[in-house]
């Protein structure tokens, strides 16, 4: 049976966005297709495989919160879910609503077209498949875009070599290898803690270190789940309240107001607490004072000390380039101990760089390091990635990527002025990358469903962002981000990395809003509520 070419909605990606967007379009009976490039849905937990791979937000505060019926008979069973168990959630709810039936798998969108006279996207599949549609909403994932070093003989390995995002479906024997892995960003951190007792030898080639703190991990009981349960509504109301989207709330005392011993005493709590609450339930003076931020700095460094027995390699994995909370933090499960096995070693490029990839290993500027297997968790083209590996063309055939080459512009991180009647869930600028992501996201669908809603009834063809809006809150957003000191990090927050071809070393990329959560969804209801002035409807 020939599909159909014409659609009045198309959703590009599913996982966790695209998932929730389809059945809001098919709740309402749109005629929406979803287009997914891999072949299942899942998207950043079909992806990801690598061990120790796993949420890092609490689980039940992850889910979904639309569906009483998901909250009664799904049974989170641990604390931080890990992978299979995420993606195995993620089918369960689409079969539950069967949304499969809307979804296309192996079906890559390479690029679009603006038709102005007609009013429609053109879309190009990999296949050579042109679709039609009135409406296109990306779904595509803040962190889809895997990015590699650039190193010397990088196809000379004649071991097994990927990317921890194409980790293999089939198992990876570990036992007895000599492992190789590159990167201790958020990915690197949870498989070298996992692997470090189940390889021959980890050698671990750290770029720069990240600050990394306790996830404090713990399987849930069916009495503990049953509690959960009778308290989602309250959960989810407080993740709303919240400025990073969880159930952590900040402590406003004021960090000057206690001893020092009254911090420190507070701080040993947090330390013992699962998840962000390290972050988020912390004084808020630590990421916009210098000195309170140095003072927490320094208490994590005598953590790290403690927990690993080499002072030197203690040293080598405290940071020194950035202070604690101005990067996207990494959780860990015994992380730092894996230093204190005789089987892992520590190679500080910083001092020692990686000169080339050879045959047999890795070649650095004063050793060669014979290995088995080579594994990159050198991060992601994070927020716009997506966005560059298709080629968009809006009106006057102006390409996307080339308006958003310095970093992007946005309205609300949903529509971009130049690009009509394309729609974007966690799009850049929004909250969706600086927060609890499926707390923002599932905002950020309804609020687009609602916007369609609005369209279709008063019968529009055509809506774009009015570019005097588009400045205004590509302004708001640095204003944001030059309050607080993450503005001097040099995380994916801020679009650094050294791996993307053509990336200006030193330059930020406004990518995501760190205004807080509820003041993004403050001014998305806004905007609804006053017939959204900041968009030209035709």
């Known amino acids: 049976m020939m599909e159909k070419q014409h659609h009045e909605v198309v959703v590009i990606g599913a996982g966790v966005s695209g998932i929730y967007q389809i059945h809001r379009l098919v709740e309402l009976g749109v005629d929406a297709i979803l287009f997914e490039a891999d072949e299942d849905l899942g998207g950043t937990w079909y992806r990801n495989r690598y061990p120790g791979a796993r949420f890092d937000s609490e689980s039940y505060t992850y889910g979904y919160s639309f569906s009483q019926e998901v909250h009664d008979e799904w049974h989170w069973k641990e604390r931080f879910s890990p992978q299979p168990e995420n993606l195995r959630y993620l089918n369960f709810v689409a079969d539950k609503f069967d949304l499969k039936r809307h979804m296309r798998f192996n079906a890559r969108v390479e690029a679009m077209t603006w038709d102005e006279g007609a009013r429609i996207w053109h879309l190009t599949l990999a296949s050579g498949e042109t679709v039609m549609a009135r409406f296109v909403i990306s779904c595509m994932g803040v962190l889809s875009i895997p990015t590699l070093p650039r190193y010397e003989g990088m196809d000379d390995f004649e071991g097994d070599a990927f990317h921890t995002y194409w980790w293999p479906k089939e198992p990876v024997p570990l036992a007895g290898r000599r492992v190789g892995v590159v990167g201790t960003g958020a990915t690197g951190i949870q498989v070298i803690a996992e692997i470090a007792d189940k390889v021959g030898e980890l050698t671990v080639f750290q770029r720069r270190p990240n600050w990394s703190t306790p996830l404090n991990n713990a399987p849930i ?49 947090l330390y013992r607490r699962p998840g962000f609450a390290i972050l988020q339930s912390n004084f808020v003076e630590i990421f916009s004072d210098e000195a309170a931020n140095r003072e927490f700095s320094d208490y994590i460094a005598g953590r790290i000390r403690e ?232």
């Not at 308290?231 to 109301?237: K, S």
């Not at 919240?242 to 420190?264: A, K, M, Q």
């Not at 892992?344 to 650095?364: A, C, F, N, W, Y």
């Open 221 to 269: 009981s069916e009495q503990e789940m049953a509690a959960i349960r009778a308290r989602y509504d309250e959960i989810f109301a407080n993740c709303a309240e919240s400025p990073g989207g969880f159930e952590h709330i900040p402590d406003r005392r004021g960090f000057w107001n206690l001893t020092r011993e009254e911090r420190v005493a507070y701080w040993d709590e």
């Open 307 to 538: 927990r690993v027995s080499d002072p030197e390699a203690a040293e080598k994995l405290i940071p020194k380039d950035h202070g604690f909370g101005t990067q996207r933090l990494p959780l860990e499960t015994h992380y730092f101990e894996a230093y204190n096995r005789d089987n892992v070693h520590l190679v500080d490029l910083s001092t020692t760089p990686i000169e080339r990839i050879t045959k047999t290993g890795i070649q650095t500027s004063n050793a060669h390091h014979e290995l088995d297997l080579i594994v990159f968790a050198t991060g992601f083209n994070a927020i716009t990635g997506a966005f560059d590996h298709v080629e968009i063309r809006g009106t006057e055939g102006r390409v996307l990527g080339e308006k958003w080459r310095d970093g992007p512009s946005t309205w609300l991180g949903v529509l971009t002025h130049g690009f009509p009647n394309l729609l974007m869930v966690a799009g850049p600028q929004s909250v969706s990358g600086s927060t609890n992501f499926p707390r923002a996201i599932e905002g950020a669908v309804n609020w687009v469903t609602g916007l369609l809603e609005h369209v279709r009834e008063a019968g529009h063809t055509r809506i774009e962002a009015r570019a005097e809006a588009e400045r205004e809150w590509v302004d708001e957003v640095i204003r944001a981000h030059e309050r607080i000191l993450l503005r001097r990090s040099q995380g994916w927050f801020t679009g650094y990395n050294s791996n993307v071809e053509g990336r200006e070393a030193g330059k930020v990329r406004y990518q995501a809003y760190f205004g807080t959560g509820p003041k993004y969804a403050a001014k998305l209801a806004a905007a609804a509520a006053e017939g959204y002035p900041q968009v030209e409807f035709r």
